[in-house]
């Protein structure tokens, strides 16, 4: 869109009406608009409103843009193209060039000259990409952006070229290599254990419910056949949960929570969670307790639920359990699904 011709637009008809407005008005000496007036009050009001209908009309077709490219279009109206790209990957971008990124994270690097933001109209010459904002190359200017998330996606328009970097990856654009859970995710994921919420997403923040561990166990046990006899008012059959919990029931690995309820979309607390991994140890592997955890060290000990407490004792001493950075062990907290990986991980290379 050609801003200067739509503000001279603007402006000419809102001056016309300025225009008709002084001659209604009456004579030189009599106007209904003074001179003082159309200096001090209307000119400055007039470039505000043209301001704001430039802002308005410039922010739509921008809108439209994005949800083109967001909704997976490989071209949008505009002429930009839809990229995926990875960890490590680049693009380089010259002078008039355009890139949008869409998803994922990335970090951009500018030689001789500078890339403005276009949607808040900054420019830099280097930093993180924010995800829905437009960039342009400046004058004389090259940009060398770099996939930082495992998976991005952006769209591109001018002069560009891509590098891969070919790096062994995750298509999740919400996964970066520098997360302190990326070797735990990518372990649980490659396991098969947890796959993504979507096809490029993980939410790895996301809190896990009980549905979702009973399937993750399940898994673990290589997904055994079963007979669907769901012991739980609350579990359906025909549900991606159904077999896990049904199974999980027959292993002893879980129990109810009263009433013939599983509660399967409630979030899984901590000490639920060292209750299911000890069972899934001393019931379905036949293994022993060893007996020699503690949670002595942890100022919240006396928090732990007494249906709890032996489970609780098992994790720590086997080192599958540790407490939050505070000191505490948090055990009616909810687990995140990053925080699930790790704990796996640590129960795999324990009781495995």
């Not at 030689?111 to 808040?120: A, H, N, Q, R």
């Not at 070229?161 to 654009?173: D, K, M, Y």
């Not at 561990?213 to 079963?226: E, G, Q």
């Not at 049904?246 to 901590?270: D, L, S, Y």
Request: neutral net charge.
């Amino acid at each position: 869109m050609n801003k200067k011709k739509l503000v001279g637009g603007i402006a000419a008809v809102l001056l016309l009406g300025a225009g008709v407005a002084y001659g209604i008005g009456g004579s030189q000496s009599d106007p209904l608009i003074s001179l003082e007036y159309l200096k001090e009050t209307f000119q400055p009001a007039l470039l505000q409103q043209i301001d704001s209908k430039v802002e308005s009309s410039v922010s739509a077709s921008y809108q439209k843009v994005v949800e083109k490219v967001t909704q997976g279009s490989s071209e949008s109206s505009d002429g930009l193209t839809m990229k995926t790209q990875h960890r490590n990957d680049t693009v380089t971008l010259h002078q008039g060039s355009v890139i949008l990124l869409t998803a994922g994270s990335a970090t951009a690097s500018v030689s001789y000259g500078e890339l403005v933001d276009v949607t808040t109209g900054t420019a830099s010459s280097q930093g993180m990409l924010i995800p829905g904002h437009r960039y342009l190359v400046g004058e004389g200017a090259t940009a060398v952006v770099t996939m930082f998330s495992d998976t991005a996606k952006l769209a591109v328009e001018g002069n560009s070229s891509i590098h891969t970097a070919g790096a062994s990856v995750t298509p999740f654009t919400d996964l970066s290599s520098t997360d302190w859970y990326y070797s735990y995710v990518t372990y649980a994921y490659k396991r098969g254990l947890l796959s993504g919420v979507s096809a490029d997403v993980f939410a790895p923040k996301t809190s896990v419910t009980r549905a979702m561990l009973a399937t993750i166990l399940y898994r673990l046990a290589d997904s055994p056949s079963m007979a669907a006899n769901i012991p739980f008012t609350d579990v359906p059959a025909g549900q991606w949960y159904s077999t896990p919990v049904t199974w999980a029931v027959g292993a002893g690995v879980v129990n109810g929570v009263g009433e013939n309820k599983f509660a399967p979309a409630a979030p899984i607390t901590r000490e639920q969670l060292a209750v299911m991994l000890r069972n899934y140890a001393l019931s379905y592997l036949g293994q022993q307790d060893p007996g020699t955890g503690s949670t002595e060290s942890f100022q919240d000990k006396n928090l732990i639920s007494s249906w709890a407490n032996d489970s609780v004792r098992w994790a720590v001493g086997q080192g599958i359990l540790a407490g939050r950075d505070d000191g505490r062990l948090d055990p009616s907290g909810t687990a995140t699904r990053a925080e699930v990986c790790t704990i796996l991980q640590r129960f795999i290379k324990a009781c495995l």
